[in-house]
């Protein structure tokens, strides 16, 4: 569509001889805008300079007059010909200057007006509907993205001037642009000084500007964003990438992964509030890191056909004293992209720091004045930074229930390539993950899967996978007060009666069908708290304890810890108690085996009281008593002395295993076993005789092996008896014995040369 359009005060279709009328063509697209503006500041721009070339004349003419004696003095303040006073003349050239410059501002606004009406989307237009700019602040707008778009501007703005380098505007020259009278230009001056939309998200001081001077001689720039957007480069720019990210209500979002009820409440509660125009409904969702409040918010945005704006809290800059704030530049890119602004890690677990809730307070008072919904994702409540009552709803998002658990494991593990048989149930009782936390797995546990068929093997996901990658996942300081062991021992290397063996593996089943007993068969519902599994090992020094508790953990696929009581135990009054308590909160998160060896030092028996000492021991007991019944995973206590542990707290261990000192067979078991594969052993060697005559425990007799095997690697040759009786001398050493010939048995031509070192 195209129309015809003449100067101010004339009609559409007179004699364009007369009035210079031209065909207007609707502009197109951003682009297009610009450079019909362009014409008319380009219009406006000869016109100052046509005015300043005749003002500079006219004061010369002025000037020289002085100097003609006395009768040159009548009229010498007047222009020539022109019969007004000094500076208000206007000649012919002036006055077309002007028609062209009203004449090119009409086209524009026509062509705005035509181009709109066809569907073209203008980018300038747009904004000045979305923040309220006036026709003048469009204007000033228009004026200061000149320097942005043609380097023949930078010269233009120097000269207007009178200042080298001057490239960008003053608040002083950008207003006599954009003013058509001078009324006009003081609004617009008093415009350009307020802290107003302009200020606050269009204009910013140009780098390098000098300081000081008069406010209207500040000179000033458009902000990079409004630049990139007016040349129809809609997408977010680069620098605000890092810190923000825009999503769609066509994108799908994550699935639900539980906690349905809290997104049927939050849509009907929005629904109700966003009713109320114009009214500010900001919504905090807390809970820890990963547990769907980002989900939550994304679902409510697709119900509302809304995009979301998410800004990462923790990357948002500090304000910048030479423009538009990191907020305001939020705000007006949630008023482009018409999002909804989602904060997210807006207050993380431990934040403390006083400069930090300011900021954070000094943001939700800002949040007050905006019109619209607003979101904060955080891992605590925000209420204790809202003073003036801000926040309008605010909801924690909890963990997962055990069900709910369940079944996002099995959602999530679609995307992924699995063995058959994952447990599931299994995987869910032992570690207690949020959402986010099980995609993190089960990436990681594909990321494994491939390198390991990087080998030759298979890229499905196993068990061991996925049981790596959870502790991979956990965060905790377990290290400080105890040392993680490395389990290497199985089943076939403890060396049990059957009933103490039993018991052990029924302990392991314990955890392991934990799912199945506390969650579908209910008895979750019969246990106020702990759900885990209380093991005490006793027996003499050498008889598999510490082989137990590791052969546990390998087999049910855990990390184990063993406490070190010189960390724990102190001799001030409740510091034990403490260091028990960071112990066990450590665990919680990492879900793994807590081993106490020599308990029966920290945990022995409860004493009558008679006096702060006894009072203090006993305090000790108990509190370890509510602890392990509170763990959900496994406490194993390992003392040498039962009769020293406390009975009432015996009463509350779920399994108690006694090690009892190996028999004759058990010794020859052990001995037969205890030399690996590829140790080359001598003919002599009678593991039968070892057993029936050496009276030893496990742990004495892997000593033995091991020195022996020393002994003979030294000396060239097998192992053999000698090397395995010379052992023992060194093993009996430790107690002051000496070897009997009694004890050699059949081999006691080895008695002088053991005796004689």
Sequence with gaps: ????????GMETGQD?????????TPFRDGTDYVRGWLDWLDAGIALILHRRERIDKEFTSATESFGKGPGAR????????????????????????????????????????????????????YLARLFGLTALEQRIVVVCLAAEVDRKYESAFALLQGERGATYPSRDLAASLAASDADERRLAIRIMRDDGVLNRYFLREAAGARKGGTTINRSCRLDERIVRFALDSISMPEELGRYMEIVSPSEEPPPLLGHFDIQTKLRSWLTHRIAEDGASLVVSLWGAEGAGGRTQVAHVGVHFKEALLYVDMAKLPEADESGPDALDGVFREAAIQQAIPVFYGFRAAGDGEAADRRRKTALLERLARLPGTVFLLSEEPCRPLDRRGVIGLELEVPGLSEEERIEAWRTLAIAYELEDGIDWGALSSRFVFHPGQIESVLAAARASAQWRAAGGGQELVGWSDLIQACYKQLSHNLGAKSKRLSPKHRWDDLVLPEPQTRKLQHACNHIRYKHTVYGSWGFQRKLSY????????????????????????????????????????????????????????EAQSSYAILFFDEADALFGKRSEVKDSHDKNANTEVAFLLQKMEEYRGISILATNYLQNMDEAFLRRINYVIRFPFPDEKQRETIWRSIFPRETPLASDLDCGFLGRKLQMSGGSIKNVALTAAFLASGAGEAVGMKRVFQAYQYELDKTNRTI????LGEYGYFFEEIRNG
Excluded: C, H
């Excluded at 569509?1 to 101010?8: D, N, Y």
């Excluded at 000649?91 to 028609?99: A, M, Q």
């Excluded at 546990?552 to 135990?569: C, F, P, T, V």
């Excluded at 009997?740 to 004890?743: A, H, L, Q, V, W």
């Design 1 to 8: 569509m195209e129309q015809v359009v003449a100067g101010t």
């Design 16 to 24: 364009s001889e007369d009035v210079g009328a031209k065909i207007v």
């Design 74 to 125: 009548e009229g010498s303040l007047r222009g020539p010909d022109s019969g007004r006073t000094f500076g208000e003349t206007e000649d012919e050239t002036e006055r077309e200057l002007s028609l062209q410059w009203e004449r090119a501002r009409g086209r524009a606004e026509l062509a705005a007006s035509l181009g709109e009406g066809d569907g073209a989307f203008l980018p300038l237009p």
């Design 530 to 585: 702990g759900t885990g599994v209380s093991l005490l090992f006793s027996g003499p020094p050498g008889t598999g304890k510490t082989m137990a508790a590791e052969i546990a953990a390998n087999e049910l696929d855990m990390e184990i810890y063993k406490i070190d009581l010189s960390q724990i135990i102190s001799k001030y009054i409740g510091e034990t108690e403490k260091n028990l308590r960071d112990i066990f909160d």
């Design 740 to 743: 009997t010939r009694d004890e």
